[in-house]
C-alpha cells in the first residue's frame, strides 16, 4: 500500500480560503494581546458605516417608562418625550460609579417600532437602551430589581430584530445619509465628539440607507472611536470603579447637571461644582523604546507594537514615583488610558505648579505569560473637544460643540 495516500488525502482535505475571505479574516481581528499584535484592521475610512454588533438592545416601555428612567440615569428624560432622537446617558451606582454607559432613544414617535414586534407596545410610550453586549443582561437585572410597582415591561432585543450601527463622513455625505433616514427612525446624532457622525437603529437585518460609504468593522469603528478619544464599553468605562466625569461622560453631553434627583447624584454634582478632576480618559499612542515621541496621534495597521495587558500602571521613564495613570485598551499602536492631566499633558488644572515637562517621557511595563518582562513607551493627546469643554481654571463642562 502506497504510504503517501494518506499524505495526499490529508493535504486535499485542507480548508482553502479565497483571497475575499483571508480579506474579511483579517479585517475582523484585533490586535488584543501580544501574540494578535502583527493583525490590525485597516486604518478608517474618511466616510464609511459599521455593525455595531458588540452593542445590545433592551426595551423599556410603559406609561411609567419616562418617569422610571428618570431616576435612573444621568440625562434628563423628560427632556426627550416630545423628541424623536436618542440621546447618550449612563447608569451610575450610589457611590457614584459608572455602571453602563448607553444610549437611549425614544420609539413612541417611531412608525417602524410600532409596527414591529407584532404591534406589542404600539401606542405605549417607550424606550430602547442601547448598551455594551457583554453587559445587556446585568443591567436589565438591575432594571428588573428597581421596577417596584412600576407600569413597564423590559425584554432584551433579539440581534436581528434591531440592530445598532453607527455611520460618519464628510457633511455632505452625511446630509445624503440623513435624508434618507424618514422622521419616524430610530437614532441620533452621536454628539461625544465632534465627527463622530449618527447612530441608526434598523430593523430585520437591514443595512441603513446612505449614498455613500465604505462598510467597515466593527473592530476598525473601534479605531476611530478611540482616536477621537471616546471610551465606551465595560472594557474602557469600567463598571462599578470609573468615574463619570473621569470617563468623559459630563464631555460627552451624558449628564444633566440641571436635573432631579437620580441614583448616584449627589457625588456627581458635588464633584461637578467644587472638585477638581485630575484624570482622565485620553487617547494615547505607544512606540519603541528606541523611537522619538510622536509629534501627532496616528494609528499605524502596520504597527506591531505588543499591548499592554489591561490595568497595567503607567510610569515616568528613568523616574520612581506614584502612577500617572492606567492603560485600558488599545488596538496596534493607540488606545485609550486613564492619564493625570497635569502630570502627562500640559493641561493646567489649578494655578499651583504643573508636574508636566516637554522632556517627561512615560511607558507601561508588564509581564507575559511566560514571565518575560516587556516595556513600551506611550504618549497621551488631550483632544482639541475636550480644550473647547472644559475651563483650564476649574474643569467646568461648556455647552457641547
Known amino acids: 500500500m502506497n504510504n503517501s495516500i494518506p499524505i495526499l488525502l490529508s493535504q486535499s482535505l485542507k480548508p482553502r480560503l479565497c483571497k475575499s475571505c483571508l480579506a474579511a479574516a483579517r479585517l475582523r481581528r484585533v490586535s488584543t494581546t501580544a501574540s494578535e499584535s502583527a493583525l490590525n484592521p485597516p486604518r478608517p475610512p474618511p466616510t464609511g458605516y459599521a ?12 406609561r411609567d417608562a419616562a418617569h422610571y428612567l428618570q431616576g435612573l440615569t444621568t440625562f434628563n428624560i423628560k427632556t426627550t418625550t416630545s423628541s424623536s432622537s436618542g440621546f447618550y446617558s449612563s447608569f451610575i451606582n450610589a457611590q457614584g460609579r459608572v455602571l453602563y454607559d448607553v444610549f437611549i432613544y425614544p420609539t413612541n414617535r417611531s412608525a417602524a417600532f ?11 410610550p417607550g424606550f430602547l437602551i442601547d448598551v455594551d453586549q457583554a453587559h445587556a443582561e446585568a443591567l436589565r437585572a438591575q432594571l428588573k430589581r428597581f421596577k417596584l410597582r412600576a407600569k413597564i415591561s423590559l425584554r432584551t432585543i433579539d440581534p436581528g430584530e434591531w440592530d445598532v450601527w453607527s455611520t460618519w463622513g464628510d457633511e455632505n455625505d452625511i446630509t445624503g445619509h440623513t ?21 441608526t437603529l434598523t430593523r430585520d437585518g437591514q443595512r441603513p440607507k446612505i449614498t455613500s460609504g465604505e462598510e467597515t468593522s466593527v473592530d476598525t469603528y473601534d479605531i476611530r472611536r478611540m482616536l477621537n478619544g471616546v471610551p465606551q464599553g465595560h472594557d474602557e468605562i469600567i463598571s462599578g470603579e470609573a468615574l463619570p466625569q473621569e470617563s468623559n461622560i459630563d464631555y460627552m453631553g451624558g449628564i444633566d447637571f440641571r436635573k432631579g434627583c437620580y441614583v448616584g ?5 458635588r464633584t461637578h461644582h467644587t472638585g477638581v478632576v485630575r484624570k482622565r480618559i485620553l487617547p494615547v499612542q505607544l512606540y519603541g523604546m528606541d523611537e522619538k515621541p510622536p509629534e501627532a496621534l496616528e494609528y499605524d495597521p ?25 492603560w485600558l ?24 505648579a504643573s508636574h508636566w515637562s516637554p522632556e517627561n517621557e512615560f511607558k507601561v511595563s508588564w509581564q507575559l505569560d511566560g514571565g518575560e518582562e516587556k516595556e513600551v513607551r506611550i504618549k497621551a493627546f ?6 473647547n469643554r472644559f475651563s483650564i481654571r476649574n474643569m467646568s463642562p461648556q455647552p457641547n460643540a
Open 179 to 199: 435624508a434618507n433616514l424618514q422622521a419616524e427612525a430610530i437614532g441620533c446624532s452621536d454628539m461625544r465628539a465632534p465627527g463622530m457622525g449618527r447612530r
Open 302 to 326: 502596520e504597527s506591531t507594537s505588543l499591548l499592554p495587558s489591561a490595568g497595567q500602571n503607567i510610569g515616568r521613564v528613568n523616574t520612581r514615583g506614584r502612577s500617572a495613570g492606567k
Open 114 to 124: 410600532r409596527t414591529s414586534n407584532g404591534g406589542n407596545e404600539s401606542e405605549e
Open 382 to 387: 488631550v483632544p482639541e473637544w475636550h480644550k
Open 265 to 269: 447624584q449627589e457625588l456627581t454634582i
Open 329 to 352: 485598551k488599545g488596538v496596534g499602536n493607540v488606545g485609550l488610558a486613564l492619564c493625570r492631566l497635569e502630570t502627562m499633558t500640559d493641561v493646567r488644572l489649578t494655578e499651583e
Open 51 to 62: 455593525h455595531l454588533t458588540n452593542r445590545a438592545l433592551i426595551s423599556v416601555h410603559g
